[in-house]
C-alpha cells in the first residue's frame, strides 16, 4: 500500500497562475483533509470531506476550491495564487466508522507564489 | 470553539536528558480525543499516540509517556533519555465528538544536541 500519496512534491507559481494539488490514498478511507502548514502555526483545516461528493470548508478556504469525485482522490485547487498561499500543504485521510482513528497523513507539497 | 495550545516554541536539551513538552486544551464536548503526531526534519507527519476523554491512564512506551489529565485539560509528553534521533516538532492535536474535524496547536520544535 502507497497510503497516501501527494502530487506535485515542489511548485513554484507566479501571482495569478492557478493549479491543482492531487491526493491519493489506497486504504479506502472515507474521510479526506487538506491542511497548510505555516512556521509558527501548526496545520490549519482548508477543506476536508466526508465521503465521495463531499466537501466542507475549514478553518482558512479562502482562494481555495476542492473537489472528490472518486473516494480516493481529494483535489485542491487555487484559481488565482497569491504570495499568501506559499505554504507546504498536507493531505490527510482518516477511515471512518470510529472516531478513535488516526490521521494518515502525505509527504506534502511545498509551493511557492512569488 | 476548540483550542490547542503548545505554549513552549523550541526546546533544546542535550542528549540523554528528560524532556516534556506541554499540551493544554480547551473543548467543550465531554467526549473527545486528544494525538500526537512527530514532524522530523524531512517533514512527514508520524502518528505517535491517541486518547480519548475517557481514559486518564498515562501511556508509556519505551522513552515515551504520555501524562493525560482532565482536571488540568494538559495532555504532555515525556521523552526519557532523549537522542538526537528525537530531534523534531512536535504537534499535539485535539477532535471533536463529531469526529470531523481536528485542531492542531502550534507544535513545539525539540532540538536533542549531541
Known amino acids: 500500500n502507497a497510503g497516501v500519496t501527494q502530487t506535485p512534491k515542489f511548485r513554484v507559481l507566479k501571482t495569478g497562475q492557478s493549479m491543482t494539488l492531487l491526493c491519493a490514498q489506497d486504504?479506502?478511507?472515507?474521510?479526506m483533509y487538506w491542511y497548510r502548514q505555516d512556521p509558527g502555526m501548526g496545520l490549519r483545516l482548508i477543506h476536508y470531506?466526508?465521503?465521495?461528493?463531499?466537501?466542507a470548508k475549514g478553518e482558512v478556504p479562502d482562494g481555495y476550491n476542492v473537489s472528490r469525485l472518486k473516494k480516493q482522490n481529494f483535489l485542491l485547487g487555487l484559481e488565482s495564487a497569491a504570495p499568501s498561499q506559499t505554504s507546504v500543504y498536507f493531505c490527510?485521510?482518516?477511515?471512518?466508522?470510529?472516531?478513535?482513528?488516526?490521521?494518515?497523513f502525505g509527504p506534502g507539497t511545498r509551493l511557492t507564489v512569488l | 470553539a476548540q483550542k490547542v495550545t503548545q505554549a513552549q516554541t523550541e526546546i533544546s536539551v542535550v542528549e540523554k536528558e528528560d524532556v516534556t513538552l506541554d499540551c493544554v486544551y480547551e473543548?467543550?464536548?465531554?467526549?473527545?480525543?486528544l494525538f500526537w503526531y512527530k514532524q522530523p526534519p524531512s517533514g512527514e507527519l508520524v502518528f505517535l499516540i491517541r486518547?480519548?476523554?475517557?481514559?486518564?491512564q498515562n501511556e508509556i512506551s519505551g522513552r515515551y509517556s504520555w501524562n493525560f489529565q482532565k482536571s488540568t485539560s494538559s495532555f504532555n509528553f515525556t521523552i526519557t533519555a532523549s537522542q538526537v534521533v528525537d530531534s523534531a516538532v512536535y504537534f499535539c492535536?485535539?477532535?471533536?465528538?463529531?469526529?470531523?474535524?481536528?485542531?492542531f496547536g502550534p507544535g513545539t520544535r525539540l532540538s536533542v544536541l549531541p
Open positions: 490527510a485521510s482518516l477511515q471512518g466508522g470510529t472516531l478513535y482513528n488516526e490521521q494518515f
Open positions: 486504504m479506502n478511507h472515507e474521510y
Open positions: 470531506s466526508v465521503g465521495e461528493g463531499t466537501t
Open positions: 473543548t467543550r464536548d465531554t467526549t473527545y480525543y
Open positions: 486518547r480519548n476523554s475517557f481514559d486518564e
Open positions: 492535536a485535539l477532535r471533536d465528538n463529531y469526529g470531523q474535524n481536528f485542531v
